[in-house]
């Protein structure tokens, strides 16, 4: 790798689907209209609610969201995801599956009152249950939370609760634009611990603006001191929305993000941390205290093919082979479902192979992948197939082949998502992510 493409630069390093979201358009709208209107393929189903609502903007956030909104503009919201989640439940594509997970997701889903949260559950109640998914996750950020909140969550039916933390330093959190400092993690974190949820999780970032080797080894000490049942932990990127973004294009500064080296090496220490505190590696991004007991229904399930409908502004789904994303503006969204309409912005129908190339690339980051698996569902021998690519990963350090099985090393597993393109379709390598 070349310094300069060590550099942290402007634009997306993540990969969370394919064929890229460039390539999806309002021409194929027509295929995800007769995905819903057809009987469901016998996959598992989840459902994701978008919420975009936060207290701030993070300045390296490339979210749809929104921190100006009063309670009028947030109600009007609310009444459209409720109409969303209405009209969805009444499409063929629902089959009678029930939904295996939910997320709620943002932006800050916890920025909702509990009175807001009530009646929003209430009014999705009215069409749609969740007592059957093995979980529902919901994303919070600590300085949102109060005991009350937190409870109600509980009984709302909540089993994964999912913390925005990102780093205990009060200094980098507020340069970074966080809307929380380290005193309310800690004032939140009793009140989640006590309400008995079936899993917590907390969310890290490596590389935030001002990180230093030391903060970030007393980052992940302290995130380990709250025993979280899983740790997520992202390499911070700078997609081209961020405020960090818009000031390197605009003002022609140096990116104030440390390089990609350095990024993998702090990740790489924070591995070594949580295994030494009894944790086990679950992913690329993701560390487990008890793999016997902790599931990730949503990963797992969404690395699998499973159908995904997407409710909220700009929210990802799919279904029955077709990729879809909703209208991301405001006023054309909630104006959609005040008429009735799906706010449906962009669709991709997806070939055999493109569904092949999605779950190979999307299951390597759990760090290995089975070739019968794909033999079976797919009839693709994937050693065969990408033959070039494995062997150049194996030359390089990052992939070990033994027999039927490819497992990355920790050095591959800490760039897996610069590994992936090598498996895109050639047409699709060097075109835009987002
Ligand atoms: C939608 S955010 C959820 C934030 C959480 N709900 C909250 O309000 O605190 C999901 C996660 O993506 C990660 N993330 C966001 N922007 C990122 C970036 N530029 N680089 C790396 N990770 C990022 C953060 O860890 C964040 O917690």
Known sequence: MSSKSANTEVGSYFISNYPPFSQWSADQLGEVRAAFCAPPAPVSLGLYLHLPFCRKRCKFCYFKVFTDKNSEQVERYLAALSREIELVSQLPVMGDRPFRFVYFGGGTPSFLSVRQLTRLVDRLRVNIRWDQAEEVTFECEPGTLSEAKVHALRELGVTRLSLGVEHFDDE??????????SAEIYKAWPWIE??????TNIDLIAGM????????????????DLQPDSVTIYQMELPFNTVYSQAILGQRIETPVADWPTKRAWVDDAFDQFLQAGYSVSSAYTLVKDPQRVNFSYRDNLWQGSDLLATGIASFGHASGVHYQNLSEWDVYC???????LP?????????????????????????????????????EIIDHWRDVWTQYQRDGFVRLTGDRVELTRQGLLRVDSLLPAFFEPEHRSVRYT
Not at 335 to 341: R, T
Request: proline share 1%; aromatic share 8%.
């Open 335 to 341: 104006g959609a479902l005040e008429n009735g309409e």
């Open 209 to 224: 603006v001002g990180e230093t080797g030391s903060k970030w080894k007393e980052t992940v000490r302290r995130a380990i």
């Open 344 to 380: 449906l912005m962009r669709a991709a129908r997806i070939t055999p192979h493109q569904a092949l190339i999605r779950e190979l690339i999307l299951l390597l980051k759990r760090g290995y992948l089975e070739a019968a698996y794909f033999r079976q569902k797919f009839g693709v």
């Open 194 to 199: 006590a309400a008995g949820f079936s899993s």
């Open 172 to 181: 980098i959190l507020r340069e970074n634009g966080r809307a929380h400092e």
